[in-house]
């Protein structure tokens, strides 16, 4: 774990050395179990930085977001890199922008932030109702210490924390500048018994689930927004010229884009579950991603964002892989 | 007007009275409330805090067909609502009720707009007070409050063992006369009750915002830096706008299959980048500095300026449902303050 | 409205002619359109910088300034540039094709408040097509006002539009008309080359008892005005349009406000007296 001071420290030195343009971290929110993503640009706004097990969202997604409008003429394009606080998770959405060339490595500047797992709003306000008041919560060995409402609890971390947490595999970021706290020790597997579980439905049984699931879709897009991989200048179902998807929400282009969207992560999800989370609609949106990573994983032995210098998967072609796939 | 008591028993026999009415009521999937037209009366549920999408959707679909052709002729044939469809609406909230006044005058605005107006005519809206306010709800700063009765036309008390019904307007003496016998009298220690739960419900509302003076100042920012500390992690996703009971921007598109056409139209949302872009490529609002300014901008300046009122009756689904904490009461307060 | 209880139902129109206006990949065609029920005239009224929306069923409809003057009896005429989806699919209609016209829509030029006054318009490319009912009405109602002065303006020669019209104004002794190019490899071009606000300064009209229109690019409108202060033009002097993106044309859809206006239905004719507090006009 990191001491905040340490990381804010860390962070004021780098704005101020004129290196970065922006820093990407979290800050506390204004209420609830779940902290805010900031963007700072300024050494004086560190102090707001904040790391503990309230720090959910995926810091890495804001780096492909930010905006950049054309250079006015005669002014130069600010080339300074961007500096972005990562967890585990988050820090494979760093390495798979590498690996597929979304930016490159002298571009960011990692802070690697070891990680014991963050909470799940939706868990935690089965357990303990709305916080009015920004909560405090801290992820330990043996438990999450949450101050909520003006009590200080521990609870079990399986009762709390997120799924993907319970099933991490990287809590100490993958790749990193500035390691930032000491290494935390791996305390959980992810056997995709999940998947596994799911895969024995009849395919009417799953069919049925996914009609019932995707008929609530919004079509919101906070999803495709949310994912630290779905950086395309210009998707595919928004696309208005031409048109590939119909903006009408239905079942049928509901289920187009969602099986689309599953697709186009099919060995390149890092697993942060963000779209899960930001769904407000409660779509298991995870369940297909999962599905997607098992196959990747058992068909090509592949794991996107471990490795910068891997290839991206559909990039990468080996005479041994598997016939089946190929329909 | 009338007072009338429901036991919670005798509700799924109230919705089976109202046979004549299509009856639409909050229905639960998991951990999301919607609502949904009620078959089943045993699906309808009143034990909720509010819907994950607010009731506009049964004025204003997220689809809905404006009118079918053949591609190959010129005859149009309109889908308006039909004068026929009589429905019931039950268990709005009054927060949600509050926003059909506002989107009213919207839809109202000198070309009316038929298909939502045939379906606002043609509907009983009964709410349900609020007896625990969520903790980002702030209605009471909007002018509205857990027992507001504009525009219902009566509402529901929960009162433990039973609903109280109050009916407000002519319109719902339709639907008390259907209901039968799962209706019973109700009077004044019923009514004192329902006060007292309104008068409970409206201290527990903590959140607040004092909204004089924003619509004046919101336009003079408009180059503020301060849009970019929220804009800079907004997502650009359409939740705080599609979820929003006031937010009615749509789209309009044909669609084709084979000969047969419609032309629909759909929830849109200013959160999106396409929704201003023009055929040219130019986007006058290009980044979502401008997109998250016009969205506040709209609902406390714009709207008011032209309609009389702030768009917004302070449900709190934008700030609940925000993945990035984008908080409309922090963003007002801090227009305050710069 | 094909119904007036229903502003979302498009009139059918058919083709009767259509032409270019300009060649390229972005050229402008031009289609002059009839009601297929005659009996629309019968309530059919426009003015001058009303719009319509045109449309193709099964691809969709936009938003286009109607630019045939109500003077101009029993047909309406769009001048259209290929731009987008809905501009691709009307540019493969021909004459005997339908198209889809909702509308009149939206404000117009306030014609009437302008009697006895001096009017200068001032376009570049396709914005001389909002301009032209207004030339076309004044033309018509001589007696009413004073001197029309017509300023337009295009990237080349080729560019510019409704030529055998300017040609015409080029030759009548009671209108004033001086055309530019912005770039001229042509000998034979005896007009000015340079950009319209140019035009404009070489031109110089008096403010006195004038009006001044302007459409065009909004990178041109933006010198333009500047230039008109600068000749001493008073903002409630000084007309214009503004376009965004529209869907609904009613005020309904909310995509084309600038601040607390929607274009489709407050406009697109703007005062610049309205414009100037409302910087997202001009964004």
């Known amino acids: 774990m990191v001491d905040e001071n340490v990381l804010r420290d860390k962070a004021k030195e780098i704005l101020s050395s004129g290196e970065v343009r922006r820093l990407i971290g979290w800050k506390r929110g204004t209420y609830g179990y779940e902290a805010a993503p ?43 890199k961007i500096a972005v606080m990562v967890k585990g998770c988050d820090s494979r959405a760093v390495v798979q922008h590498l690996v597929e060339k979304a930016y490159i490595r002298d571009d960011v500047v990692i802070l690697g932030i070891p990680c014991r797992g963050v909470i799940d709003r939706r868990k935690a306000e089965k357990i303990f109702g709305e916080a009015p008041q920004p909560v405090l919560a801290v992820a330990e060995k043996d438990g999450v210490v949450i101050r909520v409402n003006g009590e200080e609890k521990k609870v079990s971390r399986e009762e709390i924390l997120a799924d993907k947490c319970l099933r991490c595999r990287y809590p100490n970021p993958v790749i990193s500048d500035y390691p930032l706290g000491d290494e935390v020790e791996k305390w959980a597997d992810d056997d995709f018994s999940d998947v596994s579980e799911f895969e024995k439905e009849s395919p009417e049984e799953k069919w049925a689930f996914w009609e019932e699931e995707f008929s609530k879709c919004i079509r919101c897009y906070a999803c495709r927004n949310v994912c630290p991989m779905c950086y395309c200048v210009e998707c595919i179902v928004t696309k208005l010229k031409p048109q590939w998807t119909r903006r009408s929400t239905d079942l049928s282009e509901n289920t187009v884009y969602h099986i689309q969207r599953a697709w186009h992560l099919a060995g390149r999800c890092i697993e942060c579950m963000e779209c899960q989370r930001v769904c407000p609609m409660d779509i298991p949106i ?42 | 007007m009338g007072d009338y008591k429901i036991l919670k028993e005798k509700v799924p026999d109230f919705i089976k009275a109202l046979d004549k009415f299509e009856v639409f009521a909050p ?55 039909s004068d026929e469809e009589k429905r019931v609406v039950l268990g709005i909230r009054p927060c949600d009720a509050m926003a059909f006044s506002i989107v009213d005058r919207l839809f109202g605005w000198d070309f009316p707009d038929p298909y939502y107006q045939k379906r606002r005519e043609n509907s009983i809206l009964v709410g349900l007070a609020c007896a625990e306010p969520c903790s980002n709800c702030f209605c009471t700063s909007l002018g509205g409050g857990p027992a507001n009765e504009e525009p ?97 921007c749509f789209d309009i598109q044909d669609e084709i299959e084979a000969f047969d056409g419609r032309r629909a139209r759909m929830w849109d949302t200013c959160m999106f980048a396409e929704y201003t872009l023009h055929a040219s490529g130019h986007n006058p609002r290009p980044t979502r500095k401008e997109r998250t300014r016009n969205r506040i901008s709209h609902k406390y300046s714009y709207f008011p300026t032209k309609f009389g009122v702030i768009a917004c009756v302070g449900c709190g689904r934008c700030i609940n449902f925000c993945p990035v904490n984008i908080d409309i009461i922090d963003v007002l307060q801090k227009s305050k303050e710069v | 409205m094909m119904d007036d209880s229903n502003p979302y139902l498009p009139y059918i ?42 449309g193709r069923l099964g691809v969709g409809e936009s938003m286009f300034c109607i630019s045939s003057s109500p003077t101009e009896k029993d047909y309406l005429r769009f001048s259209i540039m290929k731009m987008g989806k809905v501009t691709n699919a009307l540019h493969e209609l021909e004459a005997g094709d339908y198209i889809t016209v909702r509308g009149p829509l939206g404000n117009w030029f306030p014609l009437e408040e302008w009697e006895g006054k001096n009017i200068v318009t001032i376009g570049g490319g396709i914005g001389q097509a909002p301009l032209r009912p207004v030339i076309n009405y004044i033309r018509a109602n001589k007696e009413k006002y004073r001197n029309l002065t017509v300023l ?17 104004f ?75 993106r529209m869907k609904c044309g009613i005020g309904k859809c909310g995509r084309c406000n600038v601040g607390h206006l929607y274009v489709c239905k407050d406009g697109p004719v703007f005062s610049y007296e309205t414009l100037k507090d409302i910087p997202e006009a001009f964004a």
């Open chain 3, 170 to 244: 080029l030759e009548e002794e009671e209108t004033t008309c001086r055309l530019s190019v912005d770039v001229c490899e042509d000998k034979d071009w005896e007009h000015f080359v340079g950009f319209v606000p140019d035009l404009l300064m070489e031109v110089s009209p008096s403010p006195e008892n004038t009006i001044a229109v302007t459409c065009g690019p909004p990178i041109m409108i933006k010198f333009v005005i500047q230039n008109l202060e600068k000749l001493g033009f008073k903002p409630d002097q000084i007309y214009t349009t503004l376009e965004n």
């Open chain 3, 152 to 168: 337009y303006g295009a990237r080349t020669r080729d560019d510019l539009c409704f030529q055998p019209e300017l040609q015409c």
């Open chain 3, 13 to 54: 129109a058919k083709i009767e002619e259509t032409w270019y206006e300009t060649p390229g990949d972005r050229c402008i065609k031009t289609f002059k359109v009839n009601f297929a029920d005659e009996k629309v005239w019968e309530t059919w009224s426009h003015k001058p910088g009303q719009c319509a929306m045109v």
């Open chain 2, 152 to 248: 219902l036309d009566a509402i529901l008390y929960d009162l433990g063992e039973f609903y109280y019904l109050k009916t407000i307007t002519d319109k719902s003496e339709a639907f008390v006369s259907s209901a039968g016998d799962a209706l019973e009298s109700a009077g004044d220690s019923e009514r004192a009750q329902a006060t007292e739960l309104a008068g409970s419900a409206e201290k527990k509302i903590k959140r607040t915002i004092k909204t004089e003076g924003i619509p004046e100042k919101l336009p003079s920012l408009y180059d503020h830096e301060f849009w970019t500390q929220y804009s800079n992690r907004c997502l650009g996703c359409g939740i705080c706008t599609f979820l929003c009971p006031t937010c009615h």
């Open chain 1, 286 to 327: 995870m369940t297909l991603n999962r599905k997607l990573t098992k196959d990747v994983k058992e068909l090509f032995d592949y794991e996107p964002g471990v490795d910068a210098e891997a290839q991206p998967l559909l990039a990468s072609y080996n005479p041994q892989d598997p016939e089946e796939y190929i329909m």
């Open chain 1, 38 to 80: 900031c963007v700072i640009t300024d050494a004086s706004q560190a102090d707001d930085l904040i790391f503990d097990a309230t720090c959910v969202q995926n810091p890495a997604s804001f780096i492909t977001l930010e905006e950049k409008l054309p250079v006015p003429r005669g002014q130069q394009p600010d080339t300074r």
């Open chain 2, 27 to 81: 229905v639960k999937k998991g951990d999301t409330v919607r609502f949904e037209k009620i078959d089943d009366p045993s699906r309808a549920t009143l034990d909720f805090s509010n819907t994950n999408v607010p009731p506009k959707e049964l004025m204003f679909p997220e689809t809905e067909t404006l009118f079918r052709y053949r591609v190959v002729s010129t005859e149009i044939e309109p889908k308006v609502p």
